[in-house]
């Protein structure tokens, strides 16, 4: 999923529960598609290899990743920056508050993707509501 914030999801895609999200992370980032001036892009650990940097670099993001402990060349990152990622698990976890979702009890995509976008609409009237 790719987020502007803890509420507001600007695309999501499904993978295979046996395949790592990395490559999907870049066809999401693809399907975006270049940021109208240089944005921050915070990625989780998962996304930090060379070729997601890449993208994002050509696609006018700044990525925002941790290297992980085992990189022979580390590099500096924001870590001001990089603590905005709780916004995005903060997302996550309202989603969750759907069993439908965190268990899937669905078994077309299509379906599931349906009741996905139904829970981000249910939170985002709960928030209107809200406010």
């Known amino acids: 999923m790719v987020a502007s914030s803890d509420r507001d999801a600007v695309a999501f895609s499904l993978s295979p529960g046996n395949a790592h999200d990395a490559p999907e992370g870049r066809k999401l980032l693809e399907q975006i598609g270049e940021a109208q001036h240089t944005t921050s892009l915070v990625m989780d650990r998962a996304y930090e ?6 993208l994002a670099y050509d696609l006018f993001y ?3 990743v941790p290297p992980k402990c085992n990189r022979k060349d580390p590099w500096v990152y924001d870590k001001q920056l990089y603590k905005l990622r ?3 698990e903060r997302l996550f976890r ?3 508050r759907f069993r439908r979702v965190f268990t899937r009890y669905d078994k077309l995509d299509v379906v599931f993707c349906g009741f996905i976008f139904f829970a981000l609409i249910v939170d985002s009237l709960a928030y209107v509501n809200r406010a």
């Open 49 to 54: 290899s060379d070729i997601n940097q890449q």
């Open 62 to 64: 700044t990525p925002v």
């Open 86 to 88: 709780n916004q995005i």
């Open 94 to 96: 309202r989603m969750k």
